[in-house]
T-cell receptor, first 113, second 109 residues
Framework: IAGITQAPTSQILAAGRRMTLRCTQD?????MYWYRQDLGLGLRLIHY???????GKGEVPDGYSVSRANTDDFPLTLASAVPSQTSVYFC????????????FGAGSRLTVL | GQNIDQPTEMTATEGAIVQINCTYQ??????LFWYQQHAGEAPTFLSY??LDGLEEKGRFSSFLSRSKGYSYLLLKELQMKDSASYLC??????????WGAGTKLIIKP
């Protein structure tokens, strides 16, 4: 089934630890995005990639890094997790930057203690 | 600044009609989106408006007024499965999406 796969589904992490959230899509979409979703707030863009080999900063990039070595994979890394990074993280993709439909992964729920 | 406003929560009765409003302020405008998100799941695309007027898609319709910075999502013949959060998002001149916090719709029998 075509779509986006995120892993892990859920994770509890000690503060200060390094964590990578994985995201893989099989739709050959050029653009990929990482969002975080917190209660009472809209989805906030962390980082994005318009095409393989390029990345950009979103609204809340501090404490996060991404890479886009190929079209399919777009991992998000927390170098040293802090409690304020407790959130639900969604990876999304679209056929082209600014295309009008995003396809989202199922989300990764991260708790930092 | 850029901002999307929508009600936090609404309640409606099964079989009825509900209208979820959204007002937006974006730097430039490249369209207004509505997504549905069931609890614990990913958002899924519902509708896209870039021109003024009403777009109808089955039981769901979406309206846009660019001069008023206003949109609404209209859900008819409500079903229990429509209980979800409805996210409004505006696309700015850089083709970035600005998201509202979502409206939680509760459907009662």
């Amino acid at each position: 089934i075509a779509g986006i796969t995120q892993a892990p589904t859920s994770q509890i992490l000690a503060a200060g630890r390094r964590m990578t959230l994985r995201c893989t899509q099989d739709m050959r979409h050029n653009a990929m995005y990482w969002y975080r979703q917190d209660l009472g707030l809209g989805l906030r863009l962390i980082h994005y990639s318009n095409t393989a080999g390029t990345t950009g900063k979103g609204e809340v990039p501090d404490g996060y890094s991404v890479s886009r070595a190929n079209t399919d994979d777009f991992p998000l890394t927390l170098a040293s997790a802090v409690p304020s990074q407790t959130s639900v993280y969604f990876c999304a993709s679209s056929g082209a930057p600014g295309a009008n439909v995003l396809t989202f992964g199922a989300g990764s729920r991260l708790t930092v203690l | 600044g850029q901002n999307i406003d929508q009600p936090t929560e609404m309640t409606a009765t099964e079989g009825a009609i509900v209208q979820i409003n959204c007002t937006y302020q974006t730097s430039g405008f490249n369209g207004l989106f509505w997504y549905q998100q069931h609890a614990g799941e990913a958002p899924t695309f519902l509708s896209y408006n870039v021109l003024d007027g009403l777009e109808e898609k089955g039981r769901f319709s979406s309206f846009l007024s660019r001069s008023k910075g206003y949109s609404y999502l209209l859900l008819k013949e409500l079903q229990m499965k429509d209980s979800a959060s409805y996210l409004c998002a505006g696309m700015d001149s850089n083709y970035q999406l600005i998201w509202g916090a979502g409206t939680k719709l509760i459907i009662k029998p």
